[in-house]
């Protein structure tokens, strides 16, 4: 079973992968390619030229595992990537709606709150992200 928590990283692999590979094939790209670890418990996701199987690699604390889909019927729709980018980062909601066969381009989401991020500030009292107030808040 496939489980995504909402603190998990997931990177999709770019360019079209040989589902012929497995384990040691999947890790080798994750590693060399992507210049990721895959000990980290991020799944890494890959796709082949004709967008009909998918591949998800991932570490579960005490071996790796290799999730893999094939339809019978369709195509995954895959998120694009910028420019010459290997890798592409995504949320659990859009691995979701990749699986599900969501159509990307036209799925809206609506606003939600995002916290921001924590400025900190440097040794020698200046904010790193240019918000003084935060910065004040933050080292008072």
Not at 14 to 40: C, E, W, Y
Not at 78 to 96: C, S
Request: net charge positive; glycine share 8%.
């Amino acid at each position: 079973m496939l489980s995504v928590s909402p603190a998990m990283r997931i990177f999709v692999h770019a360019q079209p992968t040989d589902m012929r590979k497995q384990f040691n094939g999947l890790h080798a790209i994750v590693t060399h390619s992507m210049g990721q670890d895959v000990m980290t418990g991020d799944y890494f996701v890959f796709f082949n030229r004709r967008k009909h199987r998918c591949k998800i690699l991932y570490w579960d604390h005490d071996g790796l595992v290799v999730w893999a889909k094939r339809l019978e019927k369709g195509r995954f729709e895959t998120p694009a990537a910028r420019d010459d980018a290997i890798t592409v980062q995504i949320d659990g909601t859009t691995l979701a709606m990749i699986l599900g066969g969501v159509d990307l381009q036209s799925a809206q989401r609506r606003k939600r709150y995002q916290a921001a991020p924590l400025s900190r500030a440097t040794d020698d009292g200046q904010c790193t992200d240019g918000l003084a107030s935060s910065c004040m808040q933050a080292t008072v």
